[in-house]
Each structure stands twice: as C-alpha cells, then as structure tokens.
C-alpha cells in the first residue's frame, strides 16, 4: 500500500508573534517522511509579522492567513480545530507555533489510525526544556501522555479519570479523521489555555487509540512571574486580588468540567480505574494520583475517603468546593451566541 495515497493531511497552525519558534514548527513539518499534506497558518498578529516566515520557506503547500479580527492565543487555537475541513483533506492535526515534530510524526499517526480502524489518536510529546522565553530548548525533559494512559484503544470514558489529576492531553496530542464524530473546537467558554484541553477531552466521542511513542515535541508555557514585589503598594495589592479572583474562577471552571467527568463516570468507573493499576508507573505516582483525585471528588462534592487525610482536611476541601461552587459569577462560563456547550456535548 502507498501511504501517501490514503489522504490528505490538513496541518493548522495558530501563531503569534513566535518568529523563531515558528520557523522551527513549520521547518519541522516541511521534512515530515509523509509528503501529502497541506498547511494553513493562521496569524493572529494585525501586523502580519508570520507572513515573512512564510515567504521565506518557499514551500507551496503552506498557506498564510490573516484573522481579519485578533481571537487571541485560545480563539486562534480553537479556530484550528475546526471540525470542518479547509482543504477536504481526510486528516488533521493543530500545530501550535511553539511545538515541533519529529520527521515520522504524520506517516506513523495515520499508520496506527489505519492500522487499528480508529478515526482519532493521541500521539505522546517530548517535552521540551525551556532555556529563554520565546527560544527553541536544548533538550528533552519526559513525556507528556506515558504517565497518564494506557497505550491502545480507549473508549472516551477511559480517558475521562485523568481530567481528576491532569489537564487530560494537550492539544498538539489528538490527530483525528475529518469524517470522526468528535468536534474539538469548545467555542468562547474560556480564557484559560489548561481548561481548554481538559473541555476538548469530555468533546470526545470515539474510540481513541494512545500511542505512548513520542513524535512530536511539546514546549511548555513559561512560567509568569509574581505579581508581588517586597515592597507593597496600593497597585500591587490590587494586582494581588485580582489575580487571586482569577485563580478562583478557574478552580471554579475546574470543578465544573470534573463535576462533567465525574456524572459520566458514576463512583465505580473512578473506583475501578484506581484499583486496576494498569497505566504505566501507576505505582510511582499513586500516592500523588490519589490525593488528587481525593481532592477534586472533595471539592466537586463527592465525600470520599481514598487516602489517609485527616477529616479537617477533608471537611476544608468539600466546604471550598461549596463555596466556590455555590458563589462564583458564571458569566466566564456562557456560551456565545451560536456556540456549543463542550460540557452537555461530548
């Protein structure tokens, strides 16, 4: 059989002012093994500053493209996932500017599809350590899918009991047919890039096949500094609350997609998925696992014991679930006009 004839693979790539980290992402597909493919980058920047890229690597299947109104890193992101093809191409995959890939990712991905008759796949990522802000890394530091899932075809509910203790999957992870019944784009419901990946796995609804060998190179987000200086001013303590409000609408937009998790998995599915201990190096993060999975019961309002925390402490996690449940405006978690819910769908 010829790979190159099974299809058409549609690449899409958001970016954002990452000139060198662009550059790397799109070099790292123009040398993919599989030749049949076709780009689109989608450059959020009104100035256009990803077009010179473009021009400069001179390959004719990638395609620039200018939102005519900036999205934003997550609205641009969650273009990219459109479920409806760009170039009736039977494969896709999000490329986001920051990742790479390695030179068998496309041709293994709809290898393992075909051969295994799925239409969506999880590929494991390197990933990356990040030397400079903006900067390609150095290195490679652990995986990002080994730790959480077992290799193989996995009902979505399979998936789901990671959302207790992860984000679930990144989204340079999921490679899909264009003809699979999931639809990832989750529309405007949230702002932050980790709830956005963890909503795209309850918008699963195939059997997916987990590859546990690496093809592809995830570069983490640098971490932001403190907005706290030693010296405490009336600015910085603004600062202060209103990062602290954020952090609490997204513990509340956390609990509302593991609530989501947890009612499709019912307190056996997660009880089961404890006990069978068949993911790889369970063991080794099984005291970790359970405390987290202990804690996001406790705040969704499920009172479980799972480990050997105290009681106070159990009663302090389930009385914060309350109340950020209970008093957190919802406004972030509305659906624009037309969207789709990604937690009733799925």
Same mark, same amino acid.
Request: aromatic share 10%.
């Given at each position: 059989?010829n790979?190159?004839?099974?299809?058409?693979?549609e690449?899409?790539?958001p970016?954002?002012?990452r000139p060198?980290?662009?550059?790397r992402?799109?070099?790292?597909?123009a #040398?993919?093994?599989?030749? #049949?493919?076709r780009?689109?980058?989608?450059?959020?920047?009104? #100035?256009?500053t990803?077009?010179?890229?473009v021009?400069?690597?001179r390959?004719?299947?990638?395609l620039?493209?200018?939102?005519?109104?900036q999205?934003?890193a997550?609205?641009?992101?969650?273009?990219?996932f459109?479920?409806?093809?760009?170039?009736?191409?039977?494969y896709?995959?999000?490329?986001?500017?920051?990742?790479y890939?390695?030179p068998?990712?496309?041709?293994r991905?709809i290898?393992?599809?075909?051969?295994?008759?799925t239409?969506?796949?999880f590929?494991?990522?390197?990933?990356?350590?990040i030397?400079?802000p903006?900067?390609?890394g150095?290195?490679?530091?652990?995986?990002?899918l080994?730790w959480?899932?077992?290799?193989?075809?996995?009902d979505?509910?399979?998936?789901?009991?990671?959302?207790?203790?992860?984000?679930?999957?990144?989204n340079?992870?999921v490679?899909?047919?264009?003809?699979?019944?999931?639809?990832?784009?989750?529309?405007n419901?949230?702002?932050?890039?980790?709830?956005?990946?963890?909503?795209?796995?309850?918008?699963l609804?195939?059997?997916a096949?987990?590859?546990?060998?690496s093809?592809?190179v995830?570069?983490p987000?640098?971490?932001k500094?403190?907005?706290?200086t030693?010296k405490?001013?009336?600015?910085?303590?603004?600062?202060?609350?209103?990062?602290?409000?954020q952090k609490? $609408?997204?513990?509340r937009?956390?609990?509302?997609?593991?609530?989501?998790?947890l009612?499709r998995l019912g307190?056996?599915g997660?009880l089961?998925?404890?006990?069978?201990n068949?993911?790889?190096?369970?063991?080794?993060f099984?005291?970790a696992?359970?405390?987290a999975v202990?804690?996001?019961?406790?705040l969704?309002?499920y009172?479980?014991?799972?480990?050997?925390?105290?009681?106070?402490r $159990?009663?302090g996690f389930?009385?914060?679930?309350?109340a950020?449940?209970?008093t957190?405006?919802?406004t972030?978690?509305?659906?624009?006009?037309?969207g789709?819910?990604?937690?009733?769908?799925g």
């Amino acid at each position: 059989m010829n790979l190159e004839l099974s299809g058409l693979c549609e690449v899409r790539v958001p970016t954002f002012r990452r000139p060198k980290l662009l550059r790397r992402a799109l070099m790292s597909l123009a #040398n993919q093994t599989y030749a #049949n493919w076709r780009c689109i980058v989608f450059d959020d920047c009104p #100035n256009g500053t990803a077009r010179s890229i473009v021009d400069n690597i001179r390959d004719p299947r990638i395609l620039y493209s200018r939102n005519p109104t900036q999205l934003g890193a997550i609205g641009n992101i969650d273009k990219s996932f459109a479920k409806q093809p760009f170039f009736d191409g039977r494969y896709a995959f999000v490329l986001e500017d920051d990742n790479y890939l390695l030179p068998t990712h496309i041709e293994r991905a709809i290898t393992t599809l075909e051969d295994n008759g799925t239409k969506v796949i999880f590929c494991n990522q390197f990933c990356e350590a990040i030397n400079a802000p903006d900067e390609p890394g150095l290195s490679w530091n652990g995986q990002t899918l080994d730790w959480m899932y077992d290799s193989g075809v996995n009902d979505p509910n399979d998936l789901l009991p990671a959302l207790l203790f992860s984000h679930g999957f990144s989204n340079g992870a999921v490679f899909w047919r264009t003809d699979c019944l999931s639809n990832f784009q989750i529309g405007n419901v949230t702002t932050r890039p980790e709830i956005q990946e963890s909503l795209r796995l309850l918008r699963l609804k195939d059997a997916a096949y987990v590859s546990l060998g690496s093809t592809s190179v995830w570069h983490p987000t640098e971490p932001k500094s403190s907005l706290l200086t030693h010296k405490i001013t009336l600015p910085t303590l603004w600062r202060a609350i209103v990062n602290r409000i954020q952090k609490l $609408r997204a513990e509340r937009e956390r609990i509302t997609y593991q609530s989501t998790a947890l009612k499709r998995l019912g307190m056996d599915g997660v009880l089961a998925f404890i006990s069978n201990n068949q993911i790889p190096d369970f063991d080794r993060f099984r005291s970790a696992r359970l405390l987290a999975v202990e804690r996001s019961m406790l705040l969704c309002g499920y009172n479980v014991k799972l480990t050997h925390r105290g009681s106070y402490r $159990r009663t302090g996690f389930w009385l914060a679930g309350f109340a950020v449940r209970h008093t957190m405006t919802r406004t972030y978690l509305k659906i624009a006009a037309g969207g789709a819910s990604p937690i009733n769908e799925g």
